[in-house]
T-cell receptor
Framework: DQQVKQNSPSLSVQEGRISILNCDYT??????FLWYKKYPAEGPTFLIS?????DKNEDGRFTVFLNKSAKHLSLHIVPSQPGDSAVYFC???????????FGTGTRLQVFP | GAVVSQHPSWVICKSGTSVKIECRSL??????MFWYRQFPKQSLMLMAT?????????EQGVEKDKFLINHASLTLSTLTVTSAHPEDSSFYIC????????????FGPGTRLTVL
């Protein structure tokens, strides 16, 4: 049972444009969400997070939006840069637990 | 920023041997450490959660006798894959978190295990 889903396995975006990565979840007990960036053969790198009491969090070029009623979150990267090319994982954590449940990842490719 | 290291970064072993992977938090005390496994083109799957000085909590379907986890200090956790078989070949990643930074897990660079 995949509690965190990233339905788009890949995304290709032109440099300078906006990249939108989507994530859906099923567990209503999740109250904290994170996005990680990962290169092959490396560990994930934390990008940005959001608590369920918010619907938006912004950090530089990265913005995460949370729609609790739809159980959906998205990561916006603008403007996209070639260095953003990587696999992006969303992750979720439930109340009173440190465990992270990861989505399946979306491979983003930013081309010039 | 918080740094987590893993050693070795890659290892090749024969079937039936045991392999130990170390995970260290270099500049902070990790009250909790996590071990993940990633198959090619798949998500990171949590294997177990360990707290310093206590037994690890394993996720459903993970054999505790096969994947031995020791968290002897606040900066070191080890994962030992016992009697490794080719199906154990995978990318193993650890992460660590501090008590006050809930959900803030810092990941190691991962260890590529290949069992021949």
């Amino acid at each position: 049972d995949q509690q965190v889903k990233q339905n788009s396995p890949s995304l290709s975006v032109q440099e300078g444009r906006i990249s939108i990565l989507n994530c859906d979840y099923t567990n209503s007990m999740f109250d904290y969400f994170l996005w990680y960036k990962k290169y092959p053969a490396e560990g994930p790198t934390f990008l940005i997070s959001i608590s369920s009491i918010k619907d938006k969090n912004e950090d530089g070029r990265f913005t995460v939006f949370l729609n609790k009623s739809a159980k959906h979150l998205s990561l916006h990267i603008v403007p996209s840069q070639p260095g953003d090319s990587a696999v992006y994982f969303c992750a979720a954590s439930a109340v009173n637990t440190d465990k992270l449940i990861f989505g399946t990842g979306t491979r983003l490719q930013v081309f010039p | 920023g918080a740094v987590v290291s893993q050693h070795p970064s890659w290892v090749i072993c024969k079937s039936g041997t045991s392999v130990k992977i170390e995970c260290r938090s270099l500049d902070f005390q990790a009250t909790t450490m996590f071990w993940y496994r990633q198959f090619p083109k798949q998500s990171l799957m949590l294997m177990a959660t360990s707290n310093e000085g206590s037994k690890a909590t394993y996720e459903q379907g993970v054999e505790k006798d096969k994947f031995l986890i020791n968290h002897a200090s606040l900066t070191l956790s080890t994962l030992t894959v016992t009697s490794a078989h080719p199906e154990d070949s995978s990318f193993y990643i650890c992460s660590a978190s501090e008590e006050v930074l809930r959900n803030e897990q810092f990941f190691g660079p991962g260890t590529r295990l290949t069992v021949l």
